[in-house]
């Protein structure tokens, strides 16, 4: 078959799966003003799972991986409703849905109709370790934002305040423990994304990425002291927080310093 109507066939495939998703994501909406049981939460596994088809579609290219802005933000948003929609089957988390389906839906649609991007000439092992490595750094900037949030409810609490987006928000446990479910699988991702660039990159110096690896290295530590003392401390409230954005400060760090030595040391 010429590649062009391979093209065709994947493209056609590609808005199908969007569009399909998008449905589901709707039919779950409609669904969870009636009802928050079986039938919503299948409606939207089943939502989820053609998003995250349709955002593995939309980075493939024939030339390689598309990393675009609205592409990455549509693979982002299927991942964290992937960890939402199974924390929700355990904990009180419903009422963070009216946020999250319509950032999804925004993302997929926005990355459906984004111009394709230039494609990175990778082999496929690098092109894992680069997936791995945007999920890892995406869930623990959601668990820093969701940081954010269990300290201000904490500091609302302390002094007795109840507005309205107060009430809005889960229980202050609730959300300590959706935020280290954050961290503890963004933590795992990390350290595969550490494994797999130790393993397909030859020369870390050589390819500019030393300060990324030592600072993704620094943040690693501080997430795995963090989930070490919450399991044999109990670490939870402003220790947690502190500790997140430590992490997150590294991994920003890194980017930061290696994109300064590129661009201006070198």
């Known amino acids: 078959m010429p590649a062009t109507a391979l093209n065709a066939n994947s493209a056609a495939l590609t808005t199908a799966l969007v569009l399909l998703s998008l449905l589901g994501y709707a039919a779950a909406a409609l669904l969870r003003r009636r009802t928050t049981g079986g039938l919503f939460n299948g409606a939207?596994?089943?939502?989820?799972?053609?998003?995250?088809?349709?955002a593995h579609q939309l980075l493939r290219s024939s030339g390689g991986l598309d990393l675009g802005l609205l592409k990455v933000l549509a693979?982002?948003?299927?991942?964290?409703?992937?960890?939402?929609?199974?924390?929700?089957?355990?904990?009180?988390?419903?009422?963070?849905?009216?946020?999250?389906?319509?950032?999804?839906?925004?993302?997929?649609?926005?990355?459906?109709?984004a111009p394709q991007g230039a494609a990175l000439q990778l082999s496929p092992q690098l092109q894992g370790h680069i997936v791995i490595s945007l999920l890892a750094y995406s869930l623990l900037t959601v668990a820093a934002l969701q940081a954010l949030l269990v300290a201000y409810q904490d500091w609302q609490l302390h002094h007795k305040h109840q507005n309205a987006f107060m009430r809005r928000l889960p229980p202050l446990q609730t959300m300590e423990a959706l935020l280290f479910e954050f961290v503890w699988i963004g933590q795992i991702l990390l350290t595969l994304s550490l494994?797999?660039?130790?393993?397909?990159?030859?020369?870390?110096t050589a390819q500019h990425l030393l300060h990324k690896v030592v600072f993704s290295l620094i943040a690693w530590l501080f997430f795995a002291i963090l989930l070490w003392g919450r399991h044999r401390l109990g670490w939870r409230g402003y220790t947690?927080?502190?500790?997140?954005?430590?992490?997150?400060?590294?991994?920003?760090?890194?980017?930061?310093?290696s994109k300064f030595v590129l661009e201006f040391v070198l």
């Not at 939207?44 to 349709?54: E, N, P, R």
């Not at 991942?79 to 389906?101: F, G």
């Not at 947690?240 to 310093?257: D, E, K, N, P, Q």
């Open 195 to 204: 494994l797999s660039g130790f393993l397909y990159y030859e020369d870390f």
């Open 44 to 54: 939207l596994g089943i939502a989820i799972a053609l998003h995250l088809v349709a």
């Open 240 to 257: 947690a927080v502190r500790l997140t954005w430590a992490g997150f400060g590294a991994i920003v760090l890194g980017y930061v310093g």
């Open 75 to 113: 693979l982002i948003s299927a991942v964290v409703n992937l960890v939402v929609w199974t924390s929700a089957l355990r904990k009180p988390i419903d009422n963070l849905y009216p946020l999250l389906l319509p950032a999804a839906a925004l993302f997929l649609a926005g990355a459906l109709l």
